[in-house]
């Protein structure tokens, strides 16, 4: 019996702790993160912040001209610097896309550039 209630724990442990990324939300200064109806993540925001998207596995925000990664508890996970002039184009699992005058340019969700075509 104590070996069913120690797996148990375990796989709460692991599930909860890899919380996939179902919605988020921006309420005031905060950012909140939902697996399906159930909140699994919340962290706060300066009022200039920008919630720019998310995937399953990720929440970008950009600060200043910093583009910052988050898991779904809000735990940064890598950041970039960008120009005025770039923009934000999507997400998509663990790859940021931004836009770069006549490029668009794949980012891994630590910051490193893996990728870029043309517009």
């Known amino acids: 019996m104590k070996q069913v209630i120690l797996i148990a724990t375990f796989l709460l442990i692991f599930v909860n ?6 919605d988020v939300q921006q309420k005031g200064n905060f950012i909140i993160s939902y697996d399906g109806y159930k909140e699994v993540g919340r962290f706060s925001i300066n009022s200039s912040d920008v919630l720019l ?43 940021i896309y931004i836009i770069k005058g006549r490029f668009v340019i794949a980012y891994e969700v630590n910051g490193k550039e893996i990728s870029r075509r043309s517009v």
Do not use: L, W
């Not at 508890?73 to 120009?83: A, D, L």
């Open 53 to 95: 998207g998310f995937s399953s596995t990720i929440i970008v925000i950009k600060k200043s001209n910093f583009i910052i990664s988050y898991d779904a508890k809000g735990k940064e996970k890598g950041r970039f610097s960008i120009n005025s002039n770039d923009k934000f184009k999507n997400v998509n699992g663990n790859t």
């Open 17 to 22: 702790a890899n919380a996939q990324i179902g």
